[in-house]
């Protein structure tokens, strides 16, 4: 995606990108960045080595979302909406108190998503546990959480409005920052944007995605960076040929796999690696993709030294 869909709005130590696509909730932006790539193009990394590189990328989404869409917002306004367990490895509540020194007040909510039989890609979401006593009244609310089907995103926004009702609260803003966020889940955040346009006028939905928004895979789960469908600012879609040239851009499992073993169950994450290089490494060798065998040998290695050493340690 190119020319005005795409418009660069900041630059710095990271670069933010506006996306004029209809498909999309209006606000909608591309953030890129170092801490960004350091967990996308790393995806063999897992635990205590993802979360503190996670920790690094809440800085950038705070920072970003302060300066472009909370301009002007009060800190006392802002609270978080926590998606069990994903959004907890967000850690935007550690970017907020070291931005503010302040406590960032949080509300909960755990949504499962069950597969729909008889489809490939389709999920329910269901409610499960849910939280709202910090709700403040005129909110500012940030979530943080990987988008795939955006079921999971819907659901615990959904929610929320009907917290808000009950409380007869207003509500300002809603920002999602999202690591990995699907082509399909920015679709579906529109959806929930215009339910939170139509219930509390004024109230604007934002969503910042890192890197791009993915192309979602038929089984509702992997995101993939080289697919006609994916949207990328150019500079990414450079990074991704540099890093993995097209066949590994193409045919990476997903740019984050299973967000949840990564952070909370490494040596699931390692093992899950694993089985992927063992399946990928003989098809990219037949095909002679030296670029990308030798890119998931290198994260392959990677992986085996980091296994050891948790195994080490248990």
């Not at 869409?69 to 959004?87: D, I, P, Q, W, Y």
């Not at 997903?254 to 949840?260: I, K, L, N, S």
Request: proline share 3%; with cysteine.
């Amino acid at each position: 995606m190119k020319g005005k869909q795409i418009e660069l709005v900041r630059r710095g130590r990271y670069r933010m990108y506006r996306v004029a696509d209809r498909r999309f909730p209006l606000n909608t932006y591309i953030i890129c960045c170092n801490e960004a790539t350091d967990i996308l193009y790393r995806p063999d990394i897992a635990g205590k080595e993802l979360q503190a590189r996670m920790e690094r990328m809440a800085d950038v989404f705070m920072d970003a979302a302060w300066r472009t869409v909370l301009k002007g917002a009060r800190a006392a306004s802002v609270a978080e909406l926590v998606l069990l367990t994903g959004g907890l490895y967000y850690q935007l509540s550690t970017a907020f108190k070291k931005k503010f020194e302040l406590a960032l007040p949080q509300c909960f909510i755990g949504v499962k998503r069950r597969h729909v039989e008889g489809t490939e890609g389709g999920f329910i979401a269901l409610a499960t546990y849910e939280n709202f006593e910090a709700l403040p009244e005129g909110a500012d609310m940030i979530i943080g959480d990987t988008v795939a089907t955006g079921a999971t995103m819907q659901k615990s926004i959904y929610r929320m409005l009907d917290a808000l009702h009950e409380r007869k609260f207003r509500l300002k803003n809603i920002v999602i920052c999202s690591l990995a966020c699907s082509v399909t889940g920015a679709e579906i955040i529109k959806e929930a944007a215009e339910k939170v346009a139509a219930e509390f006028p004024g109230a604007r939905v934002h969503l910042i995605a890192a890197e791009a928004l993915f192309h979602l895979m038929p089984d509702g789960t992997d995101m993939r960076f080289l697919h006609q469908e994916a949207v990328m600012p150019d500079e990414a879609r450079e990074r991704v040929l540099k890093k993995y040239g097209k066949y590994l851009g193409r045919e990476m499992k997903c740019a984050v796999f299973d967000w949840g073993t990564r952070c909370k169950n490494p040596a699931g994450h390692y093992t899950e690696f694993l089985g992927f290089a063992h399946r990928f490494l003989p098809r990219a060798r037949a095909a002679g993709e030296k670029q990308a065998v030798e890119a998931v040998k290198r994260m392959e290695k990677e992986t085996r030294v980091a296994m050891a050493r948790l195994k080490r340690r248990l």
